[in-house]
């Protein structure tokens, strides 16, 4: 069993990495499943999962559904390869259990604070998000407003900045566009809408906890439908960054 400072996908992706440099395996070679991986680590297939894709990205496996992971080349010996140790980039699931913790809070605050005017623009908003959906483009520009309008709607600086730091995580990582290659089908983000009205209803409310609970339900269908959508051959798939929803422990 791992101990947890070595829990990171950060910190597997490179252990993956030093056994490619070390030949444990060759080019040509299939990679353990993610669950033996998870078992032998110690960590969960969400850990091994970002691994995996931190991996992909340097080219170093092939990722074949229904088939297995593929080694496709060894790491390189060099300055540059070195550099490659200190890897900020945020993995997909780590960045979706962050905005749950953080967003459900923004919300619930927005819903004390929400005007009439601040009801009105998430509306026109959700109205874009609908438009662009039907026209059939992949833009999450109006998807990135609405969240970002609602830590405004609070009028605390630090959270509408700590929003669009988020944003900025999830529009920059090359872990989450890896993640995207493998979804091909788009039509699933029509289910945020239904998501996103449930939000603006509480908020129109001023129902702070029905507000808070909308929002962390958001985040938790995103996950499970991207969980659902990357790995559809494997229904045991062990995705689950809470084992409890803590928006609901003690109610």
Same mark, same amino acid.
């Given at each position: 069993?791992?101990?947890?400072?070595?829990? %990171?996908?950060?910190?597997?992706?490179?252990?993956?990495?030093?056994?490619?440099?070390?030949?444990?395996?060759?080019?040509?070679?299939?990679?353990?499943?993610?669950?033996?991986?998870?078992?032998?680590?110690?960590?969960?297939?969400?850990?091994?999962?970002?691994?995996?894709?931190?991996?992909?990205?340097?080219?170093?496996?092939?990722?074949?559904?229904?088939?297995?992971?593929?080694?496709?080349?060894?790491?390189?010996?060099?300055?540059?390869?070195?550099?490659?140790?200190?890897?900020?980039?945020?993995?997909?699931?780590?960045?979706?259990?962050?905005?749950?913790?953080?967003?459900?809070?923004?919300?619930?605050?927005?819903?004390?604070?929400?005007?009439?005017?601040?009801?009105?623009?998430?509306?026109?908003?959700?109205?874009?998000?609908?438009?662009?959906?039907?026209?059939?483009?992949?833009?999450?520009?109006?998807?990135?407003?609405?969240?970002?309008?609602?830590?405004?709607?609070?009028?605390?600086?630090?959270?509408?900045?700590?929003?669009?730091?988020? &944003?900025?995580?999830?529009?920059?990582?090359?872990? &989450?566009?890896?993640?995207?290659?493998?979804?091909?089908?788009?039509?699933?983000?029509?289910? &945020?809408?239904?998501?996103?009205?449930?939000?603006? %209803?509480?908020?129109?409310?001023?129902?702070?906890? %029905?507000?808070?609970?909308?929002? &962390?339900?958001?985040?938790?269908?995103?996950?499970?439908?991207?969980?659902?959508?990357?790995?559809?051959?494997?229904?045991?798939?062990?995705?689950?960054?809470?084992?409890?929803?803590?928006?609901?422990?003690?109610?």
């Amino acid at each position: 069993m791992m101990n947890d400072e070595l829990r %990171s996908y950060k910190k597997i992706g490179l252990l993956l990495k030093a056994r490619l440099e070390q030949g444990t395996y060759a080019i040509g070679d299939k990679l353990p499943t993610e669950r033996e991986l998870a078992e032998e680590l110690g960590v969960s297939r969400t850990v091994i999962r970002e691994a995996l894709i931190m991996l992909e990205l340097e080219n170093l496996i092939d990722i074949r559904k229904g088939s297995g992971v593929y080694v496709i080349n060894l790491p390189l010996h060099s300055a540059a390869n070195d550099e490659k140790k200190d890897f900020v980039d945020i993995g997909p699931f780590e960045l979706l259990q962050a905005r749950q913790l953080l967003e459900s809070s923004i919300a619930e605050f927005a819903a004390i604070q929400a005007t009439k005017k601040d009801v009105e623009k998430l509306k026109n908003i959700l109205n874009r998000e609908k438009e662009t959906l039907a026209d059939g483009k992949e833009d999450y520009v109006a998807d990135e407003d609405f969240h970002c309008m609602i830590a405004e709607i609070t009028q605390n600086e630090v959270l509408i900045r700590m929003q669009r730091e988020l &944003w900025l995580y999830r529009n920059n990582s090359d872990m &989450w566009k890896g993640l995207h290659q493998h979804i091909p089908d788009q039509s699933y983000r029509f289910l &945020w809408l239904q998501d996103h009205e449930n939000i603006i %209803s509480a908020i129109q409310r001023k129902d702070p906890a %029905s507000a808070r609970k909308a929002m &962390w339900q958001h985040l938790e269908n995103v996950k499970e439908k991207l969980f659902e959508l990357s790995d559809v051959n494997d229904p045991d798939f062990d995705g689950y960054l809470f084992s409890i929803n803590p928006i609901t422990v003690g109610i």
